[in-house]
Structures are given as C-alpha cells and as structure tokens.
C-alpha cells in the first residue's frame, strides 16, 4: 500500500491483516492439536483440569514435555491436582492410558494404524480449508467496505484498486502459511 493512500484505507488493510493473523493463530492452534505420529505438548496442553473446583489448562497446572518420540511427561505442580489430571486425559478420548506416578504422570502415544492417519489426514485438510475460508471470508468483507467508499466516491478508484490489491496479498500470504503448516503436519502425520 503506497503513502497515499487515505488514513481510514490504511486501517482498513491493518484490520483486515490483525484479523487474519487471528485466523491463521486459530488454524495453528487446531492443526497443532492433531495427534501425528510422534508426541507433542500441544495434544494435551488445552485439556481442561478440575483444579479445587475450578476448570484449568491443563498448561498452567503442570510442565508437559517429549522426552521420547513416543512418550509424554506430565509433571503436575500441585501432588494434589494428578488424579484430576490423569481424569481429563482419561475424558479426552484422545486413545491415551495415562500412567501415574508420585506427581509425574506418562503418557506412551500409541502408533497409529494407516487406516487411523488417513482418517486424520482427511480431517487435517478439513481444518486448513475452515482455516482458508476464514481467511477468504474476511478479504470478502474488507473489499466490501473499499467497494462502499467507492460507490459514496469518499475514495479515488486509484486508491480502490491499490487497498484491493493490498488485501489481496495479505489473503495470498496467511493461505499459503496456512497451506505450509498443512503440508507440515502432514508429513508429520504420514511419516511412520
């Protein structure tokens, strides 16, 4: 977007961008909770603990790391909050068998069957194009508004078309991150 283009254009196109930073942070997050073939944090960090009543992250009550490619280690802060722990995992239906001792808790991640990855696979590219229409959705309605401030001529068609094509790169660069995460987990996921 060049200097002369209208304060309100250029805040049109950092709104438009913000938002589709959104999205694509939304989309990593779902991909990142896909279970691949090997151990990741993110797989149970989400997991909601009944901590003395209240519901919590699992992130903020215990440090979660990957020792193995295969292996998951819960190391609950608090003794007293394991057994609500090893609950929501149990609740998750994530296919894991927590095992529990003192204030550590492992988690073996299963291998997955081919049948299972290209169940996942299938899902995978489910969650990327929610995540591309989010994207699109919000290019739809950024040009909606250029096109209404052309129509009310509060804008030149000069500036139109340069906010259009502005928003237009955004669009092609969060799709194509998201795109690249896509491929990413995939090969995750496939890689036995």
Sequence with gaps: MTTTATPQLQKLVKD???????????????????RGGRANPTLVE??????????TPLKQ????????PRMLVVQAWDAGVVLEIEKAILQSNLGI????????????????????????????????EEG?????TIRRDANEVVKKLKGEKQISEDDAF??????????????????????SKEHDLLTV
């Design 46 to 55: 989400h997991l909601t603990v009944s901590y003395y009543g209240a519901p």
């Design 61 to 68: 009550l215990a440090a979660i790391t990957a020792p193995e």
């Design 16 to 34: 438009t961008e913000d938002k589709m930073k959104k999205s694509l942070e939304a989309a990593t997050r779902q991909l990142g909770e896909m």
């Design 132 to 136: 591309r229409i989010t994207v699109r």
């Design 97 to 128: 068998s927590p095992q529990v001792d003192g204030k550590l808790i492992r988690l073996p991640i299963p291998p997955l069957t081919v049948e299972r990855r290209q169940q996942l696979t299938k899902l995978l590219h489910q969650m990327a």
């Design 162 to 183: 340069k906010t259009q094509d502005a928003i237009q790169k955004l669009t092609d660069r969060f799709i194509g991150q998201i795109d690249t995460l896509l491929k």
